[in-house]
């Protein structure tokens, strides 16, 4: 793309808006602004000017700050409650120490554009400059009001050392990703991460790139409060009517939600059925020690399972691993008084099943050894002892709606 070429036609630049949705009021809440050049011919994305690095960042600023001031004029017809996302990389933001930017948006908040409703999508990705200057900055701006957005892109772990430091308002996860089957499991992986840090930090997840059905379901299913994307509506010139999507997506969740109820109903029965077959077998075998115990389990859950053991309320683990393999079960004695305490959620499992004396099945998760995606039903033997049944990806894809 010639910058001269733009640079010398400015008025051809101009914002387009792509909107956000949320997911309770099912309306838009926030358009995000996307630079567009008006050729001969169409209209253009500037993204490829500004993320060319030959181009100086001074030409950038002033594109970038012609649009923003084109955003913002148009955004004052907007509802109060609608907000407006601004990008900004961490060249443009620190361009003028931020003060050009900064001096546009008071100018706006003096028209009446509550400066909390700008979102800054900011984004640090190579930036060879000072971080603790970039920081500073950016909690400057925070003292006016304004919101920050950081995007995730992936497993980096740059990105998850930022989000923790930045502690931003929003997190933007890109689901691009989920076109690719062979990075579907450590995506997921990644996002259990995400939504963890962003739970823990007070941050809200927001689904970009939506051009799907099930991206959608997706983000739904995995705590996304906002959702973006061409499925949902394309950036435009002009805004949308707020509840333009409103009945549409009401549907989608009924949906959503039914398909969901019907799993959980499936993992609820499950446990039941697991719950009545094991505690049958822990009782007919309570005496006579572990190895009997074992032997009784496997001629019931011989298709089910694939490993079992039994552990002391503090994690050590007080029998051997029965393992299946291809060639059958084997014992694998290396286990015996290992530590498993210090898994997520180990204890506070053993304190549900003490009291409650009932077994639990897990949420579905990667097994280290195999993996494969797993679930464990874990059950109380007796006051001390908790006997953990590793559950076989092969009965989970049978049973497709443990899946």
């Not at 497993?155 to 990075?183: C, M, V, W």
């Not at 001629?299 to 683990?317: H, L, P, S, T």
């Not at 691993?321 to 898994?343: D, M, P, T, V």
Request: proline share 2%; glycine share 4%.
């Amino acid at each position: 793309m010639d910058a001269l070429e733009i640079l010398s036609d400015l008025e051809n630049c101009f914002p387009y808006f792509q909107p956000i949705f949320s997911a309770d009021e099912q309306c838009v809440i926030a358009y995000e602004v996307l630079g567009r050049y008006h050729t001969e011919d169409n209209v253009i994305s500037l993204g490829p000017f500004f993320h060319d690095d030959q181009i100086p960042d001074e030409y950038k600023f002033e594109v970038d700050i012609l649009l923003v001031k084109k955003a913002l004029e148009k955004a004052l017809e907007l509802d109060e409650n609608v907000s407006i996302f601004l990008n900004r990389n961490s060249e443009l933001l620190m361009f003028g120490h931020g003060e050009p930017f900064l001096q546009e948006l008071l100018a706006f908040e003096k028209r009446g554009l509550s400066l909390n409703r700008i979102v800054l999508e900011i984004s640090d990705r190579n930036y060879q400059g000072d971080l603790d200057q970039f920081d500073h900055l950016v909690q400057y701006y925070r003292t006016y009001g304004v919101k920050i957005a950081i995007a995730s892109i992936g497993s980096e772990s740059h990105y998850f050392e930022r989000i923790g430091q930045l502690e931003p308002d929003i997190i933007k996860i890109n689901l691009q990703a989920l076109k690719s089957t062979a990075t579907g499991m450590n995506f997921n992986d990644v996002l259990y991460s995400l939504s963890l840090l962003a739970r823990k930090i007070g941050a809200t997840l927001l689904f970009e790139n939506i051009e799907m059905s099930y991206q959608l379901q997706f983000a739904w299913k995995n705590g996304g409060h906002y959702y973006q994307g061409y499925y949902l509506h394309p950036p435009a010139a002009e805004f949308i009517k707020r509840d333009f999507l409103k009945c549409r997506l009401k549907e989608k969740f009924y949906d959503f939600i039914s398909y969901e109820k019907r799993k959980l109903e499936a993992v609820y029965k499950t446990t039941e059925y697991f719950q009545t077959m094991v505690q049958e077998i822990v009782i007919k075998n309570r005496k006579s020690g572990y190895d009997n115990l074992f032997q009784a389990l496997i001629k019931e859950m011989d298709g089910i399972a694939f490993r079992m053991y039994v552990c002391d309320e503090n994690g050590f683990q007080k029998s051997a691993n029965i393992f299946k393999a291809k060639n059958g079960w084997s014992i694998q004695s290396e286990y015996l008084n290992k530590n498993w305490s210090w898994r997520p959620y180990f204890l506070e499992n053993i304190i549900k099943m003490r009291h409650e004396q009932k077994g639990r099945l897990s949420d579905l998760y990667c097994d280290i050894e195999t993996g494969e995606t797993i679930r464990t039903f874990s059950f109380p033997v007796n006051e001390n002892d908790y006997l953990f049944i590793d559950i076989s990806y092969h009965y989970l894809f049978e049973h497709d709606q443990l899946l």
